[in-house]
């Protein structure tokens, strides 16, 4: 029983689909109190969002004078002159819907938007993703009764998922 618990604490920190997928869809086979699960989600949310923000201000100031943070600055004000501080949270939103709060917090810290803004979006974004992944589990589990064939279409889904984030990832890293 404890280790479920570690397993669920270590997953939900890193919010990476494919393992959160599962942790989501053995808490619910096994009947494991869900409420404690999102408490657990809600907590590692914000100590990512805070946590990857404050790295991200930290590599800045610590390597600010670096040809790379140099590169960064100039893309990220290029792209913010040309979409504007709302197209700024959309893309944020969009990020944190696609990858985990570590990674979208990060990159927002760039941006010249509050640690308020960025936040709250981030959090929003990761929580439309939280209950996306409940979904599918949910709705998987109900149209399949098996288990070993619904965590197999699971697997499946969020492996197509994982596939598509690494190549939208490598795709935007090609262009900067």
């Known amino acids: 029983m404890k280790f479920f618990w570690i397993c669920a604490i270590l997953v ?5 689909s494919f393992t959160t997928n599962i942790i989501i869809k053995t808490a619910y086979e096994e009947r494991r109190n869900v409420y404690i699960l999102t408490i657990i989600f809600f907590l590692s949310a ?10 991200g201000k930290y590599v800045q100031k610590k390597q600010k004078n670096t040809k790379i943070i140099f590169k960064t ?10 979409i504007g501080k709302f197209g700024e949270k959309v893309f ?13 917090s990060f990159i927002a810290s760039w941006l010249k938007l509050s640690l308020k803004e960025i936040f709250i979006i981030v959090l929003v974004g990761d929580i439309i993703w939280y209950f996306a992944s409940w979904k599918l589990v949910l709705g998987i589990s109900y149209w399949v009764k098996n288990a070993k064939e619904a965590l197999y279409i699971i697997l499946g889904i969020t492996l197509v998922i994982v596939i598509i984030q690494n190549i939208i990832s490598k795709r935007i890293s090609k262009k900067s």
């Open 92 to 104: 944020i939103m969009f990020l944190s819907l696609l990858f985990p709060p570590l990674f979208s």
């Open 73 to 82: 600055k100039n893309y990220i004000q290029k792209c913010s002159s040309f």
């Open 12 to 16: 939900l920190m890193v919010q990476e």
């Open 46 to 55: 914000i100590v990512d969002v805070l946590a990857a923000y404050y790295l």
